[in-house]
């Protein structure tokens, strides 16, 4: 089951109150949903959105609420298209926005699309069946691109070398020879028991290229001052820098230009004990911003 990360640290700094309108733009399991819609009834409204087709159908069933289902809307989609949706609903703005940026232990344990390295799966690593999977962009991808992604989305030192080893070794259309080819492509001494596996940064760079993840994020941020009513705020849960600098950057940019206040002045982590219970949260960081 995937646990909600910062769930305290989300309720302490969102502060959702009776008759909010509430959205958790990758709604995933309903963990976070679950202690949101309690906290905005009565009068309140949850909006739940996914993206992925099967955690949607999965959220679909949870979410029978009894007279609370008048209060829930739940839509398969991206949260890059928040300020459309509520357009489409006939909703003004929302008053409290979350977003957990951490992809869900069922794309690793469950969902067969090669996003871990930990067994052999086909390589798709997308969310959506509507995008194309990352075995056919490694056959599309010219080498100096390929290694501009694997550098740029994986800060990975040996992103040419990569690159060069994928190109010669196609077609790579499971998760095992990915890794394999990876592997071949590092210095061995590279490796050592307190390093992360050699292939983390290249299947996490291929993830976020397929996924568009960045631009999803920054077409989100963006459209903040659209989406939120007056004393509204946004909590964001990145898990890498690179999702945390373009976070921190753009509620900076915002702040800046008046009409916002940035919530958390250093990002939330998680406490030793929600790490203990989920070695998951290590890596949570939650940044917060209100617009005033």
Do not use: C
């Amino acid at each position: 089951m995937h646990e909600p990360v910062l769930l305290k640290e989300i309720i302490e700094y969102l502060e959702p109150k009776p008759g909010d309108i509430v959205i958790d733009g990758t709604a995933n399991g309903g963990g976070h949903a679950r202690e949101l819609l309690h906290r905005i009834m009565p009068g309140g409204t949850f909006i739940g959105i996914e993206w992925d087709e099967k955690l949607f159908e999965a959220l679909e069933k949870d979410f029978e609420f009894g007279e609370r289902k008048s209060n829930i809307i739940l839509l398969r989609g991206n949260y890059k298209d928040i300020a459309m949706i509520l357009k489409s609903k006939g909703i003004l703005g929302a008053d409290k926005v979350l977003l957990d940026l951490g992809f869900s232990s069922f794309h690793i344990d469950q969902s067969d699309r090669g996003f871990s390295f930990k067994k052999d799966e086909p390589l798709i690593m997308t969310y959506s069946k509507d995008q194309k999977p990352v075995w056919e962009w490694l056959n599309k991808l010219s080498e100096s691109k390929l290694t501009k992604i694997i550098r740029e989305f994986g800060e990975e030192r040996y992103a040419e070398r990569i690159a060069r080893s994928i190109k010669k070794s196609l077609p790579i259309t499971t998760s095992n020879k990915l890794r394999d080819v990876v592997m071949s492509a590092i210095p061995k001494r590279f490796g050592g028991k307190n390093r992360i596996h050699p292939a983390t940064r290249t299947f996490q760079a291929l993830r976020i290229f397929a996924n568009q993840e960045l631009e999803n994020l920054k077409l989100f941020l963006e459209s903040i001052p659209q989406v939120l009513n007056a004393h509204g705020r946004v909590a964001i849960i990145s898990f890498h820098s690179l999702e945390d600098r373009l976070v921190k950057s753009e509620f900076r940019g915002l702040a800046d230009k008046g009409g916002f206040k940035i919530v958390t002045k250093k990002p939330i982590t998680a406490g030793e004990e929600e790490v203990l219970g989920n070695p998951r949260s290590r890596s949570a960081k939650l940044r917060v911003i209100e617009k005033i």
